[in-house]
């Protein structure tokens, strides 16, 4: 399993409140019967006009080209529980979210990917974004989950997350399908000697 306890990155900022998933990804892109390719679809009505051409949203901005930690805002990722929002995200190349609350569903399927969604203050949030805003360099940010810390610019600020989300993470346990997966043996063994699925043998 894959130990994730830190992600190191460009940001990306992303302003306003709640953000559900119908905007993330539209719902017409949901027929796909794998994730693969809807990376391209993730804020399409808003970065895209009806004939295709680019409209201004940081998904577009060539500054943030490579970012993959994600700064929001309130109550990002509401709306519809669909899995295909924190895929599209992942699939652009978010790594991890920094926000001041998440929708709980939008979380845990995030947690489910190894995307650490964690939350700062209001005020920490509008200075990081600000900061990225008006930041020329690259400047990669630094998100510590054994430390709880986001480091940027010889600053940081406390980040936030349920100590179960992020022990799994830290521990590399987060990928439950996985693990599932990985147990099928043993699983098999302890269904056989389980009365009523062997036949009471």
Not at 157 to 185: F, H, Q
Request: hydrophobic fraction near 40%.
């Amino acid at each position: 399993m894959t130990i994730i306890n830190q992600v190191a990155g460009k940001g990306l900022p992303l302003r306003g409140n709640d953000i559900d998933t119908d905007r993330i990804i539209p719902a017409r892109y949901l027929k796909t019967i794998t994730f693969e390719g809807v990376g391209k679809y993730a804020f399409y009505d808003e970065r895209f006009d009806a004939s295709g051409k680019s409209k201004k949203h940081a998904f577009n901005d060539a500054k943030y080209k490579g970012a993959s930690i994600l700064i929001v805002n309130k109550n990002f990722g509401c709306g519809s529980s669909r899995e295909h929002a924190p895929q599209a995200l992942m699939k652009f190349g978010i790594k991890a979210i920094v926000g001041e609350s998440f929708a709980e569903i939008f979380a845990g399927n995030c947690q489910l990917l190894g995307i650490p969604t964690v939350t700062a203050s209001v005020e920490d949030v509008k200075l990081l974004q600000g900061f990225i805003e008006n930041e020329d360099s690259n400047e990669i940010l630094n998100l510590n989950l054994e430390q709880k810390i986001l480091s940027f610019n010889d600053s940081s600020i406390p980040i936030d997350i349920s100590e179960g989300k992020r022990k799994t993470l830290v521990s590399g346990t987060w990928n439950t399908l996985g693990m599932l997966v990985e147990a099928l043996p043993k699983t098999r063994e302890k269904a056989g000697k389980i009365p009523y699925i062997s036949g009471f043998k």
